[in-house]
C-alpha cells in the first residue's frame, strides 16, 4: 500500500457542496447521536407510504446515521473517513441523494448533486413499485466503485462495496424509527432514470440501493400482510 500511494494518484473519498449554486443547511445531529434512544426490538419497518410531512431533522437524522462522517483518521494512506457504518479499509464508497417530496421547509427537489424543478415520482424511479408513491423522502445510495477499488483491486473490491450498502440502509432504518418514522428499501430501481436523474457514470457509479422514510400511512397497500399469526415452537 506505501507503494501504491506513491504511485498512484489518491481517489477522494468524499464530496462536498461546496460549488453548489444552493445549499440546505441540517441542523448539527443530537450529541448523543440518533442512537442513544434507540430500541433494537422496536425497530420493525413498515410500508413507507406516508401522507404527512416529514422534518429537516427527522431526515438529517436518517442521513447523518448512514452517511455521516463523524472524523478524519490520518494515517499513511491519507486522511480515512471514519463514519457511523463499517467501510472496507474505510473506503467510503456511498454517497447518497435525497428525492424530497414531502419534507417540511424544504422544496420538493433533488438534493446533493443538482436539484431539478420537476421529480420523477418514486413509482417511476422504483420501477413501478406505486406502494413508494407517498413517502416523504427518497435516499438513493449510490456507489463510487473507484474508491474501494483504489485499495481493493480483486472481486473482494465489488463484493465488500456491496455488502456497505446494508449496513448503510440498517443504520438508516434505526434512525427512522428513532424519530417515529417508517423505512422501507428496495434495489428495484430503474436505472436509466437514476442515471439520468444523477449525471453519474454508469460503469464507475451506480445506484445500489434506495430507502423510501415516511409516516406511516392508515391505507393499507398491495405491499402490506392482509393478516399473519405467529408460529408456536415447540421446546
Not at 410531512?53 to 472524523?71: H, N, P, W, Y
Not at 467501510?87 to 467510503?92: C, W
Not at 431539478?116 to 415520482?121: A, E, H
Amino acid at each position: 500500500m506505501t507503494e501504491r500511494v506513491l504511485n498512484v494518484p489518491p481517489v477522494s473519498l468524499f464530496t462536498t457542496n461546496a460549488d453548489a449554486a444552493r445549499v440546505v443547511s441540517l441542523p448539527p445531529p443530537r450529541d448523543n447521536g440518533c442512537f442513544g434512544v434507540m430500541k433494537v426490538g422496536a425497530a420493525i419497518v413498515a410500508d413507507g407510504s406516508a401522507a404527512e410531512a416529514i422534518t429537516k431533522e427527522q431526515l438529517r437524522d436518517c442521513l447523518f446515521s448512514c452517511i455521516g462522517i463523524v472524523g478524519l483518521a490520518r494515517t499513511d494512506l491519507g486522511e480515512l473517513p471514519l463514519k457511523t457504518t463499517p467501510a472496507a479499509g474505510a473506503r467510503n464508497p456511498y454517497e447518497a441523494y435525497v428525492l424530497a417530496y414531502n419534507v417540511q421547509d424544504l422544496p420538493n427537489g433533488l438534493y446533493h448533486h443538482s436539484a431539478v424543478n420537476t421529480l420523477p415520482s418514486a413509482e417511476t424511479v422504483l420501477g413501478g413499485q406505486d406502494w413508494f408513491s407517498g413517502a416523504s423522502a427518497l435516499i438513493l445510495l449510490v456507489a463510487t466503485f473507484a474508491r474501494t477499488a483504489w485499495k481493493y483491486r480483486h472481486p473482494t473490491g465489488i463484493r465488500v462495496v456491496l455488502i456497505e450498502a446494508g449496513h448503510i440502509a440498517q443504520n438508516m432504518f434505526l434512525a427512522a424509527t428513532a424519530n417515529g418514522l417508517v423505512a422501507t428499501p428496495t434495489c428495484a430501481l430503474n436505472d436509466n432514470v437514476v442515471e439520468t436523474m444523477l449525471d453519474i457514470d454508469p460503469v464507475m457509479q451506480s445506484a445500489i440501493y434506495a430507502v423510501a422514510v415516511g409516516t406511516r400511512s392508515e391505507t393499507a397497500t398491495i405491499a402490506d400482510f392482509v393478516d399473519w399469526s405467529a408460529v408456536e415452537h415447540q421446546q
